[in-house]
C-alpha cells in the first residue's frame, strides 16, 4: 500500500551518503522534517544542504550502530550503507529503541515499507511509481519513461490552483463548519474563471483576493444550511 507520511515536524535520520542517499534526502526536503545524515563520506548535493542548513551532516566512519546513541529520537530511518550487515543491525536497533519506520536501501522486502520511486513536480506534485520492493531497478525504468509525460500534462495553472486550494482550504476549515459545504464551495473555486484567468496571467495576489470575495460570498449565502 502506497502511502504519503506526514512528516511535518519529525526528525528522519539518512545514514549513508551516496547516490541513493542523496535521492532520499532530495525526497524529505519538501517534508518540512529535520534532516540528519549520518556518512563517511557524503556526495557533493547533501553538503551542499547541509552548507546551507537545510541537513546536519555528521562525517564519521561508520563501523557499527554506536552513532545511534546521539539520536534521542527519531521518527524515520533510512539505512543507505553499502554494508548489508550494518544496514541489518540498523533495522533492528531503530525499531527496538525508537520504535520508529526504518528502510534498508538493499533490501526493502525486510524494511517498514518500500521507496518508491517518485516523480516530483515542483514540490507540488509527487507522483510514486512502486513495485513493492520486488524490483526498484524496473520501478526506476518505469518512472523514467513516464516521467516526460506527466511532467508535461501537468501545466503550471495546475500547480498554482493546487497552492491556492491549500491556501483557501485552511481558510475555509476555519469558516465553513461542515465538510459538505467546504468541499462544496472548493469546487466551485476550482471552476471559477476568473480565478483561473488571474492564475493564467500569474496574477497570484490578484486571484487570492477574488477567491477570498467568493469564500465570503459563498458563507453568506449558505451559512444558514449548517
Given amino acids: 500500500m502506497i502511502v504519503d507520511l506526514n512528516l511535518i515536524g519529525k526528525r528522519a535520520l539518512v545514514i549513508g551518503g551516496g547516490n541513493e542517499a542523496s535521492r532520499k534526502v532530495e525526497a524529505l526536503l519538501s517534508q518540512q522534517c529535520k534532516i540528519f545524515v549520518v556518512a563517511e563520506k557524503a556526495e557533493q548535493s ?59 536501501a538493499d533490501d526493502p522486502q525486510v524494511s517498514d515499507f518500500s521507496h518508491p520511486s517518485v516523480i516530483n513536480i515542483n514540490d507540488t506534485v509527487q507522483v510514486a511509481v512502486s513495485t513493492g520492493g520486488r524490483s526498484p531497478l524496473m520501478g526506476k525504468s518505469i518512472r523514467q519513461n513516464l516521467e516526460p509525460l506527466i511532467k508535461k500534462s501537468i501545466s503550471d495553472l495546475i500547480l498554482m490552483q493546487i497552492n491556492l486550494q491549500d491556501q483557501l482550504r485552511s481558510m475555509s476549515k476555519k469558516m465553513i463548519p461542515s465538510v459538505e459545504y467546504r468541499k462544496k464551495f472548493l469546487n466551485e473555486l476550482l471552476g471559477d474563471k476568473s480565478v483561473n484567468q488571474c492564475l493564467e496571467k500569474k496574477q497570484i495576489p490578484m486571484a487570492r483576493e477574488l477567491a477570498c470575495e467568493r469564500l465570503n460570498a459563498f458563507i453568506q449565502i449558505n451559512s444558514n444550511a449548517w
Avoid: H, M, W
Fill in 46 to 104: 547533501i553538503k551542499n544542504y547541509a552548507e546551507k542548513g537545510k541537513v546536519s551532516l555528521d562525517l564519521r566512519k561508520i563501523e557499527n550502530v554506536d552513532f545511534l546513541k546521539d539520536y534521542k529520537q527519531l521518527d524515520l530511518i533510512l539505512a543507505t550503507t553499502d554494508d548489508p550487515d550494518i544496514n541489518r543491525e540498523i533495522l533492528v536497533v531503530g525499531k527496538k529503541k525508537y520504535g520508529c519506520y526504518v528502510y534498508a
